[in-house]
């Protein structure tokens, strides 16, 4: 399980990293770690959840939160979503990394993607669902 949470982790950092660096939000200061103040975070809203918490907030049966293999990334509207959403493509397509389900999802004024890799069997299903 430590090799699948450090893959996770690289996932998020390298959103994080491009994301900010493409909002001008990421110092390039003169040594690593050297940071913007306005740097912005990824915000997960969910990741594992059991069976009850899976039930009571409306996830779907068989969801890869059940596993693990799932976050929510919390979006600050449908700009981010969608830059969150391509940027997660291109790391995918540049590092030939697989992923299970990027789905990008709204319900009121919220916003988020839904985003899953599995130790195998991913699928690379791509949906919006956005009512």
Known sequence: MGIFLRMWCGWLEILRERYNRKNGNLSLGPGPGDRSEEEIPVLISSGYRSEQVNMKCGGA??????TGCAVDIRCLGPEQMIRYACLLLDTADENGWVFDELIQEK???TYWIHFAVRPKDNRRKILFDCR
């Open 107 to 109: 319900r009121g004024t």
């Open 61 to 66: 049966k068989g969801s890869n939160h059940l």
